[in-house]
């Protein structure tokens, strides 16, 4: 990363006169005004990999901690590399595996991947979420996709760098549709700064909708 820290100072989780968390630099990073790390090519899969990595371990230690995995623990040490191609097999076959202690293992491996962002564990403990939310507070009168184009909104364009005035926006003027893909490809962070903005304004202002800042719907 010498390229992003040409001084040699700033780094990460090194000496700062003001102690700061990895997370939070990360996120200071991807907001940096010249757009250095948000555009290079290897920066965001090293640091998104880290952060993933880290979360593993930090679950996988209380998970290990727990009674339920001590009592099998024994029973996990017996397994044997058959065991576990069996257990694939029959998972391909989507078959629940016929060995009870490859059942547990996996449970305690979906308890630690459901702490970690991106993994598919994650998404349906989300999905469980919502359908929790909706047995409490009864299901919503409209269900709709919002899925807005990144590649041919000028907004977007704003967010990925592009000098346009949106106070007296010409259709005419300015890159082509090309250089527009071109521009969200190599600055996926700006693409998604814009997808949040657009889908906080449609709630905010089009439904009502407001997120506190711990989560809670106003």
Not at 34 to 63: E, N, P, S, W, Y
Not at 89 to 109: C, D, T
Not at 141 to 165: C, K, M, R, Y
Request: charged share 20%; with cysteine.
């Amino acid at each position: 990363m010498s390229c992003l820290f040409p001084y040699g100072m700033g780094g990460f989780e090194v000496n700062h006169r003001c102690p700061i968390t990895y997370e939070n630099q990360v996120k200071w990073a991807m907001g940096y005004g010249d757009k250095r790390f948000r555009k290079d090519i290897q920066f965001m899969f090293q640091v998104f990999g880290i952060i993933q990595k880290r979360q593993v371990c930090c679950t996988a230690v209380l998970q290990v901690q727990m009674k339920s995995f001590h009592n099998n623990q024994e029973a996990f040490r017996q397994l044997t590399p058959h065991d576990l191609s069996v257990a694939s097999i029959e998972e391909a076959n989507h078959k629940e595996p016929s060995n009870h202690v490859v059942r547990s293992l996996r449970q305690h491996i979906n308890a630690v991947r459901t702490k970690v962002v991106g993994t598919d564990e994650s998404h349906t403990k989300i999905h469980a979420l919502i359908w929790g939310m909706t047995m409490v507070k009864n299901p919503p009168s409209l269900w709709i996709t919002i899925n807005p184009s990144d590649t041919h909104d000028p907004i977007a364009q704003v967010f990925v760098g592009e000098e346009i005035n949106l106070d007296t926006f010409n259709v005419d003027s300015g890159p082509d549709s090309c250089h527009w893909m071109m521009n969200i490809a190599s600055n996926p962070y700006g693409a998604a700064q814009f997808f949040h903005y657009i889908i906080r304004a449609i709630l905010e202002d089009l439904f009502g909708i407001s997120i506190s800042g711990r989560g809670k719907i106003c």
